[in-house]
């Protein structure tokens, strides 16, 4: 069963997602808050074979974990320190994100 994740907004923009190397001590910690790696982790899974466990909605305004073991097995750990399900589901929760298991 597919979990959709809502809202959040894409971004749209050719961009690098990765940070520019000249930046403020200030603006190197905004770089490191989940929201900013939660969104590289999404663009990185949706220009990747991660597509199938993790893509934006259609429209652009949600996220959606299709598989939530190679999700957390294999890219959370890429961008996140904690790799269980549960604690990624918290603290997204935490900054008012919320879940929509039934779609």
Known sequence: ???RIT???RRVTDEPISAPPNLTM???????TF???LYEMLEYAC???????????????CFI????????DDLAPMFFKQT????????VGTI???SQPWL
């Open 96 to 98: 008012y994100f919320f």
């Open 65 to 72: 974990i299709h598989d939530k073991e190679v999700m957390m």
């Open 47 to 61: 220009d990747s074979e991660f597509s199938s466990s993790l893509s934006w909605s259609a429209d652009g305004s």
């Open 7 to 9: 809202p959040i907004t």
């Open 84 to 91: 269980k399900f549960r604690s990624f589901v918290s603290v």
């Open 35 to 37: 929201p900013y790696k």
């Open 26 to 32: 200030k603006e190197q910690q905004q770089h490191q």
């Open 1 to 3: 069963m597919s979990r």
